[in-house]
């Protein structure tokens, strides 16, 4: 039963982080960093984007599997198939968010706050429930644990999300021409996300914890 109940937050956090890329898209000032790489190989090659979000973050295993090497757990090779389902909720979730926009920049800057909140809210869910890693943090915690182990996690995320999107930037001018996708919304979204994570866990993992019943933060 409390595994069922880690699974279900966990898919719920997923979602969360689906809709939170649903209207960073939406408010046309950039997707998340989390999506801005799968994002622009989805304009570079005219597949789904959910699609593009599987391959990249498969991507991102293998680069854990080559850093982590022993270290790196066969359950974690589950992120394969969390990945699939996060690829189908963004399907999802940009189908029914549709074409909602806020018109005027104050409005689009309101889409990119929930986006944040969205994306922040999913991370934190479903990391608390202590299953597996998304593969874009599982990446961020194998750097942090081989490269900067002094460092705290969040502000890991904050340096791999910059990348992620200087990666993307460097990809759409050279295969698209110009800057597709990534605007001062995803840098926003890059700076803040992770920020965001550490107030938000003080109130949600010990919700999680106790629906989840587990003993001992880690």
Known sequence: MMSFKRVILYAVGLLFMAFGVAFSVNSNLGVSPVNSLPYVISRITGLDLGNCVIGIFAFYILVQILLLRKKFRPIDLTQLIFSTIFGRFVDVAKKVVGDFAIPTYPGQLVML?????????GVCLYMDVQLVNMPMEGMTHAVNRVFFPDKPFHDIKVIMDCLTVVIGIVLSFVFLGKLDGIREGTVICAL????????MQKVLKPAVEKICGIKGSR
């Open 192 to 199: 803040l996300v992770g920020k965001l994570m550490k107030p």
């Open 113 to 121: 706050a929930i986006s944040i909140v969205f994306v922040a809210i």
